[in-house]
């Protein structure tokens, strides 16, 4: 399974902090984005960076190996 | 003595942040802090709480990768940086940041430059919590 995390704005329009994507080889983080996207379209209008297993991702086509923690997140708004 | 880069619920002292500065070098001319705390306002509107969601290890893995770049671009002797996430109310501090350095000018400016930084780089997210409503920030510059 790939984890996939939400905070702060867009887990509120997620209406969720976590979900689970089932993982399969070769799946790629622009599938998991897309699929996310397909259920959730008002969480992703604001999701502008992307991380997995805690690094800034800025290559969607990352293939994501299983136990992946990913992350979709809104601009921060800290301090 | 507690970590230099933290990210916490309670309250923190600044005496103590800039105490446990001050024990690291002899030589240090200059320390310049930077305090963000709650306003009881925003955009017309009584703010009576914030709340602060985080992702909390990249958030801490961010913050130390900041002071570490921060002590290297500035020659600082020392920084510290603590955030506040969970409720904090109107008029209580949120972030903290201090930096030591032989003279005032890279500490002031390595202060600027590290709050500027932590709300590009840090995943945190503060929440207005209003008497109309809940809002969350949307940054502006």
């Known amino acids: 399974m790939i984890k996939v995390l939400f905070f702060g704005p867009v887990a509120e329009r997620v209406g969720a902090s976590e979900v689970q994507v089932p993982f399969r080889t070769g799946i790629l983080l622009q599938e998991v984005r897309a699929q996310l996207q397909e259920s959730h379209p008002a969480a992703f209008e604001i999701v502008c960076f992307t991380a997995v297993n805690g690094e800034h991702a800025l290559d969607m086509s990352l293939p994501l190996a299983d136990h992946s923690e990913v992350v979709f997140m809104s601009k921060f708004s800290g301090g | ?114 709050i500027d930084e932590l709300k590009q780089r840090v995943p945190i997210w503060k929440k207005e919590i209003t008497a109309q409503g809940d809002e969350w920030v949307t940054p502006h510059p």
């Open chain 2, 1 to 114: 003595m507690k970590d230099a880069v933290r990210i916490q619920r309670e309250d923190f002292s600044q005496d103590e942040e800039v105490g446990a500065l001050r024990t690291g070098s002899k030589r240090m001319g200059g320390i310049a802090t930077f305090t963000g705390c709650a306003r009881d306002f925003s955009e017309g509107r009584e703010v009576t709480q914030i709340s602060f969601d985080a992702y909390g290890n990249m958030a801490l893995a961010e913050m130390r990768k900041l002071r570490v770049e921060a002590i290297a671009k500035f020659e600082l002797l020392d920084a510290r940086i603590v955030h506040r996430v969970g409720v904090v109310g109107a008029g209580e501090q949120i972030v903290f940041i201090a930096a030591g350095a032989a003279h005032r000018a890279p500490a002031l400016q390595a202060c600027h430059w590290l």
